[in-house]
Nanobody, 114 residues
Framework: QVQLVESGGGLVQAGGSLRLSCTAS????????MAWYRRAPGKQRELVAT???????DYADSVKGRFTISRDNAKNAVYLQMNSLKPEDTGVYYC????????WGQGTQVTVSS
């Protein structure tokens, strides 16, 4: 099986930055798509950013221009650089990987104070 582990969450002030990391381990053949989702309290999970193996990316409108997703295929890792953070960015951020099946990490908490 595949395991995804996130790290890098924390508490920052509005306007600050965080860099989230996700590493995949296990029976990895090919990671076709990796992504970051988030869930704010009382809200549905939402897709934040995706990146394909060819490094094509897409972002939610709410984070465009502020967040950057990247991947290191050799390290089986995906990153989310978050700049100009806003309180509404607060939530649990989950790493996702589409290999032959769908895999989720446990999530890392991001809290942005006003």
């Amino acid at each position: 099986q595949v395991q995804l582990v996130e790290s890098g969450g924390g508490l920052v002030q509005a306007g600050g930055s965080l860099r989230l990391s996700c590493t995949a381990s296990g029976n990895i053949f090919s990671m076709l798509v990796m992504a970051w989702y988030r869930r704010a309290p009382g809200k549905q999970r939402e897709l934040v950013a995706t990146i394909r193996r060819d490094s094509n990316t897409d972002y939610a409108d709410s984070v465009k221009g502020r967040f950057t997703i990247s991947r290191d295929n050799a390290k089986n890792a995906v990153y989310l650089q978050m700049n100009s953070l806003k309180p509404e960015d607060t939530g649990v951020y989950y790493c996702y990987a589409k290999i032959l099946d769908n895999y989720w990490g446990q999530g890392t908490q991001v809290t942005v104070s006003s």
